[in-house]
């Protein structure tokens, strides 16, 4: 029972670090695609817990791909976007609304896209 309440205060850690990454926008991983790299954000914040955490260091040794995986991140993104359109789609309800959209190609030939919802409120 102790490990089971540790792996999910751990777990919520994951989380917590998984979320605040996605509101600051900032990448989780790095250029290198090696599970458990040390040179992305995310990692570099797990670490950084660690040292006022052993028990996270521990754990992250003892199970090494366990909720860490780039897998694992995008599952725990999917699920927190999806939580964010449920939100929007109950605040807009039955009003009226519009939605634009806008794409561009970065030096890298990367494209991005940005969503804007827009609806009246009530108030």
């Known amino acids: 029972t102790t490990e089971r309440k540790q792996s999910r205060e751990i777990l919520?850690?994951?989380l917590k670090t998984v979320k605040f990454l996605a509101r600051q926008g900032?990448?989780?991983r790095g250029a290198s695609k090696e599970c458990g790299e040390v040179d992305g954000n995310f990692m570099q914040i797990l670490s950084l817990f660690s040292d006022s955490k052993p028990e996270?260091?521990?754990w992250m040794e003892r199970r090494?791909?366990?909720y860490i995986s780039a897998e694992?991140?995008?599952e725990l993104l999917?699920?927190?976007a999806l939580r964010v359109l449920r939100t929007i789609a109950a605040n807009i309800g039955e009003r009226r609304f519009t939605i634009m959209a806008d794409e561009t190609t970065d030096c890298r030939?990367?494209?991005q896209c940005v969503i804007?919802?827009?609806w009246v409120d009530e108030h």
Do not use: G, P, Y
Request: overall charge positive; cysteine-free; hydrophobic content about 60%.
């Open 12 to 14: 919520l850690l994951i």
């Open 26 to 28: 900032l990448a989780l």
């Open 56 to 58: 996270l260091l521990r």
């Open 64 to 66: 090494r791909d366990k």
């Open 72 to 74: 694992i991140q995008n």
């Open 78 to 80: 999917k699920i927190m």
């Open 109 to 111: 030939t990367i494209e």
């Open 116 to 118: 804007l919802i827009r």
